[in-house]
């Protein structure tokens, strides 16, 4: 069983940079691909970005490209999601998510879920 955390949540104005990280415990997570969801009200849970597991390739949706920086840290078991130039757009509850032996993460195959934070970006 793998426990995911996620920590940075918080309120932010527009144009504005949040860094969110989550850790990982119960084992080690280096075979698995990391990322990170989004669920704003009343839509559906989507995809932000992913950092594979075996060559640590990155993968964003595109309205995030440009913008957010995906990261891993093996060591700490712990994976990053650097947030600039936020819009209000942004504003939904942020999931951390791990697939065994993934690239690109896919929401039906995720074996692993955070408990999601809340990002909100003010206009």
């Known amino acids: 069983q793998v426990q995911l955390v996620e920590f940075g949540g918080g309120l932010v104005q527009a144009g504005g940079s949040l860094r969110l990280s989550c850790v990982a415990s119960?084992?080690?997570?280096?075979?698995?691909?990391l990322g990170w969801f989004r669920q704003a009200p009343g839509k559906e849970r989507e995809f932000v970005g992913a950092?594979?597991?075996?060559?640590?390739?990155?993968y964003y949706t595109d309205s995030v490209k440009g913008r957010f920086t995906i990261s891993r840290d093996n060591a700490l078991n712990t994976v990053y999601l650097q947030m600039n130039s936020l819009k209000p757009e942004d504003t939904a509850v942020y999931y951390c998510?791990?697939?065994?032996?993934?690239?690109?993460?896919?929401?039906?195959?995720?074996?692993?879920w955070g408990q999601g934070t809340q990002v909100t970006v003010s206009s």
């Open positions: 950092v594979g597991w075996s060559m640590g390739i990155t």
């Open positions: 998510a791990a697939q065994y032996r993934a690239n690109k993460l896919s929401r039906p195959l995720v074996d692993y």
């Open positions: 119960g084992r080690t997570v280096s075979s698995y691909g």
